[in-house]
C-alpha cells in the first residue's frame, strides 16, 4: 500500500516508512495537485482536513481522526487491516521515501563517524538524499515502540 499523507501528518509519515511502507509526505497544500498526485502515483491520501473529504476523487481517502502519532498508526493499520512484515522494516529513507541500498562498511567509511565505521557491519544508503544507516541505539528504540503501540493489535510487528 502506498500513501500520501497531508502537511499535518509528518510524525505519521516517518512511521508509516519506518514499517515499509511508500508514503509520501507533502509539504503543500492539501489541495487538488495534491489529491492529483495522489490519483496518479496510486495513493491511499492520509489526511486530517475535513474539506478534503469533501473533494471529489476517485481513490482512498481516509481522514485521521487521532492527534496522537502512536493512534494513528494503529488507527490507519485497523482500517486498512494492514500487517506490517518484519523483513519490510527499515527499508525506506525516512528522509525521502527511496528504497534504502546495502552498502560494505568501505563504502560509507567517509560518511559516518569513526566509532559507528568500527563497531557496525550492516549499512544502508539512499540512493535520494545520500544518507547512511546502520542498526543502532534508534533502531532498538524504534523497535520498542513499535511492539509496545502495535502489540495491542493483534498480527502486527
Known amino acids: 500500500m502506498k500513501f500520501l499523507a497531508d502537511s499535518s501528518l509528518g510524525r505519521l509519515s516517518t512511521w508509516l516508512r519506518i514499517l515499509g511502507y511508500d508514503t509520501v509526505y ?49 488507527e490507519i493499520l485497523g482500517k486498512l487491516d494492514l500487517k506490517p512484515e518484519p523483513e519490510n522494516l527499515f527499508t ?31 549499512f544502508r544508503v539512499c540512493p535520494g538524499c545520500g544518507g547512511v544507516f546502520w542498526p543502532g541505539t534508534h533502531r532498538e528504540r524504534a523497535l520498542s515502540a513499535l511492539r509496545r503501540v502495535l502489540n495491542p493489535v493483534k498480527g502486527h510487528v
Open 26 to 74: 507533502w509539504r503543500g497544500e492539501a489541495d487538488r495537485a495534491f489529491l492529483r498526485k495522489a490519483e496518479k502515483e496510486g495513493r491511499a491520501v492520509l489526511t486530517r482536513r475535513k474539506d478534503v473529504l469533501a473533494r471529489q476523487h476517485p481513490g482512498l481517502v481516509l481522514f485521521v481522526e487521532n492527534d496522537r502519532v502512536e493512534r494513528q498508526l494503529v
Open 92 to 122: 525506506l529513507c525516512l528522509r525521502c521515501n527511496e528504497s534504502l541500498k546495502a552498502a560494505k562498511p568501505e563504502e560509507v567509511r567517509s560518511l559516518v563517524p569513526e566509532y559507528v565505521f568500527r563497531t557496525q557491519r550492516d
